[in-house]
């Protein structure tokens, strides 16, 4: 679960706050997603959540432990959480095997064979540690850059504009992949995009963000 009262962040060269006292929370393994106009403020919502911004007031909790308040800002590394940017983000001098063990280095040899081999099972691409993102299309890119935010077995998910960059006629196919291998993890997922189709697609629940405020909250009922 992740629960986000009264978050408060402004820019250093900002007059207005990009968020204001945006409040909401999300049960064990549903999916929200965060849609509103350009510039509203739903990737900064995503960075403050993962650490790598700091509200000025406000409290983030996940699974009941307090992460950020104005007396503890627990660092990104230490959230548990992992994330799926828009460009995917992958090394491409890594191979697929290097790319996902990345966030999991410090395990012994064998338990790191072992999660680089689930994971991959998981995302359907077994065989593939050898090869490198650019041997790859994109939907097997973006997959390869869920296992390896999967890796680590973090509690919570973040995708930033997961879809952006691809075809309209590759989207959905990719969109449905994508999230039934979430929904088999059971992973509480956040999810930021401002297409309203994979909101009502895959989301539990969708807020609107306008203006650093929360315009809209609704619960999704799915087909």
Request: aromatic residues 6%; proline residues 5%; contains cysteine.
């Amino acid at each position: 679960m992740i629960e986000c009262k009264d978050i408060s962040f402004r820019y250093s060269n900002a007059i207005e706050p990009t968020l204001n006292k945006v409040s909401f929370s999300l049960h064990n393994g549903g999916v929200l997603a965060v849609v509103g106009p350009s510039g509203g403020g739903k990737s900064t919502l995503l960075r403050v959540i993962a650490g790598l911004e700091t509200p000025y007031e406000g409290t983030l909790s996940i699974n009941n432990k307090v992460v950020f308040n104005v007396n503890n800002n627990v660092k990104p590394e230490n959230r548990g959480i992992g994330m799926l940017f828009q460009d995917y983000a992958l090394f491409p001098h890594m191979t697929v095997k290097k790319n996902i063990e990345y966030g999991i280095d410090h395990l012994p040899k064998k338990e790191r064979k072992q999660r680089l081999d689930e994971v991959l099972e998981l995302v359907a691409l077994g065989g593939y540690e050898k090869r490198y993102p650019h041997e790859l299309s994109g939907g097997q890119q973006q997959r390869i850059a869920l296992a390896r935010a999967l890796a680590p077995k973090p509690k919570l998910l973040l995708l930033d504009e997961p879809f952006s960059n691809l075809d309209t006629h590759l989207l959905k196919k990719v969109r449905d992949d994508l999230f039934n291998i979430i929904r088999k993890t059971n992973i509480t997922t956040i999810m930021v995009t401002h297409n309203p189709e994979d909101a009502k697609a895959e989301a539990d629940k969708i807020i609107s963000i306008v203006d650093g405020r929360i315009d809209r909250e609704v619960m999704n009922m799915k087909d």
